[in-house]
Nanobody
Framework: VQLQASGGGLVQAGGSLRLECAASGRTSTTSTTYYMAWFRQALGKEREFVAG???????YVAAPVKGRFTITRDNAKMVLYLQMNNLKAEDTAVYYC???????????????WGQGTLVTVSS
């Protein structure tokens, strides 16, 4: 499966952005089958789990962004979204979408990755 992330940009603190991740590939291995997630990696830091969504729509959001970020997926369109509100300077990072066979917060469990989209939050 191929993943294409988009929607990053420069925003002021307190602002909002919506990231999108479009999945493509064989029908049997599209986002309708996989657990989909967003990770982020800030400069000089390790990649960290942000939020994930199962095929049925069950969501898990990491504590640092809970209440501000929402993850949704449209299985018909094969698109994963990350709505980010009340952005903070510490949210600045490259955001990646990823797919795995089962739920995991460990990036090593994901074998499909998008190219990343940069989110910069100015304070």
């Amino acid at each position: 499966v191929q993943l294409q992330a988009s929607g990053g940009g420069l925003v002021q603190a307190g602002g909002s952005l919506r990231l999108e991740c479009a999945a493509s590939g064989r029908t049997s291995t599209t986002s309708t089958t996989y657990y989909m997630a967003w990770f982020r990696q800030a400069l000089g830091k390790e990649r960290e789990f942000v939020a994930g969504s199962s095929r049925s729509g069950s969501q898990y959001v990491a504590a640092p962004v809970k209440g501000r970020f929402t993850i949704t997926r449209d299985n018909a369109k094969m698109v994963l979204y990350l709505q980010m509100n009340n952005l903070k300077a510490e949210d600045t990072a490259v955001y990646y979408c990823a797919a795995a066979a089962v739920f995991s917060m460990n990036s090593a469990s994901y074998n499909h990755w998008g190219q990343g989209t940069l989110v910069t939050v100015s304070s």
